[in-house]
T-cell receptor, first 115, second 112 residues
Framework: SQTIHQWPATLVQPVGSPLSLECTVE??????LYWYRQAAGRGLQLLFY??????ISSEVPQNLSASRPQDRQFILSSKKLLLSDSGFYLC??????????????FGNGTRLTVT | AQSVTQLGSHVSVSEGALVLLRCNYS??????LFWYVQYPNQGLQLLLKYTTGATLVKGINGFEAEFKKSETSFHLTKPSAHMSDAAEYFCAVRTPGNQFYFGTGTSLTVIP
């Protein structure tokens, strides 16, 4: 069966520090991968999605970047965090190919607090 | 462009009462629609999905939703609320390009 791992679960970082959040998926190949941010009262904002290694699409201009160095690994990064980067970050995946409209499967999220 | 609107950011119901959470979407093509539930500090869990076929979709925990194309709606219902249903609920639409867009969520409170 497929599983998704996301870490760390919580993170407190000072303003201006770098960020690296990691997400891996097991039990499947060539998944579509997604990063979302959830801010209080604002639902889920799609940040990045990827349909393959090195293929990253950005939804909105951010102080963030994403990379997919391996087929089942998706990394969210920042060089210098801002206070506004605080939030709950969720990684998710769907089977690749798009032949059947599968739902998103989520990790457990990372609570990021920028101080 | 795709968008999802959830009317009512907070809904309160008595235990045993009907739960109705509203979702409307805008889509230029036939949509794929989903409802998710989120408990505090956790990821989202799929409740149910509509892709094609029957417009009344049954999900987990006694929830169901009906796709109404004429109303561009996909409202979530449950005949009898349970205390364990208290959570945040999100409606989502999937585009042909494999992006998923979510509504702003509805927080459900169940009153004993």
């Amino acid at each position: 069966s497929q599983t998704i791992h996301q870490w760390p679960a919580t993170l407190v970082q000072p303003v201006g520090s770098p960020l690296s959040l990691e997400c891996t998926v097991e039990g499947t190949s060539n998944p579509n991968l997604y990063w979302y941010r959830q801010a209080a009262g604002r639902g889920l904002q799609l940040l990045f999605y990827s349909v393959g290694i090195g293929q990253i699409s950005s939804e909105v201009p951010q102080n963030l970047s994403a990379s997919r160095p391996q087929d089942r690994q998706f990394i969210l990064s920042s060089k210098k965090l801002l206070l506004s980067d605080s939030g709950f970050y969720l990684c998710a995946w769907t089977p690749g190919g798009g032949m059947f409209p599968s739902p998103l499967h989520f990790g457990n999220g990372t609570r990021l607090t920028v101080t | 462009a795709q968008s999802v609107t959830q009317l009512g950011s907070h809904v309160s119901v008595s235990e045993g009462a009907l739960v109705l959470l509203r979702c409307n979407y805008s889509s230029s093509v036939p949509p794929y629609l989903f409802w998710y539930v989120q408990y505090p500090n956790q990821g989202l869990q799929l409740l149910l999905k509509y892709t094609t076929g029957a417009t009344l979709v049954k999900g987990i925990n006694g929830f169901e939703a009906e796709f109404k194309k004429s109303e561009t709606s996909f409202h979530l219902t449950k005949p009898s609320a349970h205390m364990s249903d208290a959570a945040e609920y999100f409606c989502a639409v999937r585009t042909p390009g494999n992006q998923f867009y979510f509504g702003t969520g509805t927080s459900l409170t169940v009153i004993p």
